[in-house]
């Protein structure tokens, strides 16, 4: 069976320097063509009660380049148009909330440092994907009004190019593409099934008894990080030492977020390699605050405002994880189950007795009634992974 499905991939962008001021002017006229937009909806809506709609704005779009050919003109129409799509979204959304009965706040205008992309919505419509293919070394994008910018390529693209965009972080460029018909590469089956049990400890353990620890120099930029956000505290408002302040926390606000992605993929791919099967809890709050209250009694940790801050970044990691976990099982054609986590950590996986008390410290699970003693998360693993099986059988049967 010939699977496809769509994919996107990150790279680098390499501007000279000329380039990156292009870069820098194109992002912000779409983000002052959002932001026009935006109030002639507001305007429009207060004194009209008019709700003006994304193809009147289209239209419009053309008066506007015409008028301003060395300035908006200067951009692929079809990007601004994603753009403008961009904002009705934030009005349907906005609508569907207030139809909800909820009380939702307006959409608001982006500042400096709030809009940090651009999207074309189709390769080879005002941009071009690999757009030097005879040169030898270097893959290069191409994009209105910007010019053939040189791309950090490291890993090869499958499938169709769809959509590219341009996004800003801190200080570097990323061009993100968007690939339809990625073609599935099934790995060969293992016959193993394990469950993952999520923590804090370790970022995964397996009811094999494998840990995959949190990378150690995550924990060290979230200290950097800490540091520097209580440095931008101390910085007074508008002055030159508050915008650098700012930028070196948005740097390694991309960085943790580079780390930890980059964590994640390699624990996906051990783990797919590994397993015909995966089971994993059900990402929710509860079980977030589950294992948070659990490292705050655990002995020996006073959780200060850092370790907050390292807890909440470790949180994150499970969602990137499991998110890249999901496409890596696609991929490989592996089966990924998610189960509920209620009581998956209390419960002895040898006799069935569940009781808090099982549960010693963070580390260690006991059993009161069989005796049964392992790992804490080793010991929720596996019941992970048998409440993923009953419901597999479950569906099977059915
Ligand atoms: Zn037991």
Known sequence: MAV?????????????????????????DHRTLYNAALEHRRTAYAKAAVSVRYGEQSAELKHIRADDAGGQG?????????????????????????KAGRTPGFPRFKGRGWFDSVEWPKDGDGCRWDSQPEHPTATYVRLQGIGHVRVHQHRPVKGRVKTISVKREGSRWYVVLSCDDVPVEPLSATGAVAGIDLGVAWLVTTSDGEHVANPRHLAVTAERLATAQRDLARKKRGSDRRRKAVARVAALHAKV????????HKAAL???????????????????????????????RNVSAKAGLNRSILDAGWGVFLTVLAHKAESAGRELIAVNPANTSR?????????????????EFACTACGHAA????????????????LRQAAEAA
């Open 4 to 28: 496809a499905v769509r994919r996107s991939l990150k790279f680098l962008l390499r501007p000279t320097s000329k380039q990156a001021a292009a870069l820098a002017a194109c992002l912000e």
């Open 74 to 98: 200067r951009w692929s129409f079809s990007s601004q148009q994603a753009t403008l799509r961009r904002l009705d979204k934030a009005f349907r959304a906005f609508f569907d909330r207030v």
């Open 257 to 264: 977020r580079r780390q930890r992605l980059d964590h994640a």
């Open 270 to 300: 051990a783990l797919v390699h590994a397993y015909d099967v995966i089971v994993h809890e059900e990402l929710r709050i509860a079980s977030m605050t589950r294992s948070a209250s659990g490292t705050i009694e655990a002995p020996g």
């Open 347 to 363: 419960t002895c996986a040898r006799c069935g007795h569940g009781a808090k008390e099982n549960r010693l410290t963070q580390a």
């Open 375 to 390: 790992h804490a998360d080793v010991n929720a693993a596996v019941n992970i992974l048998r409440a993923g099986l009953a």
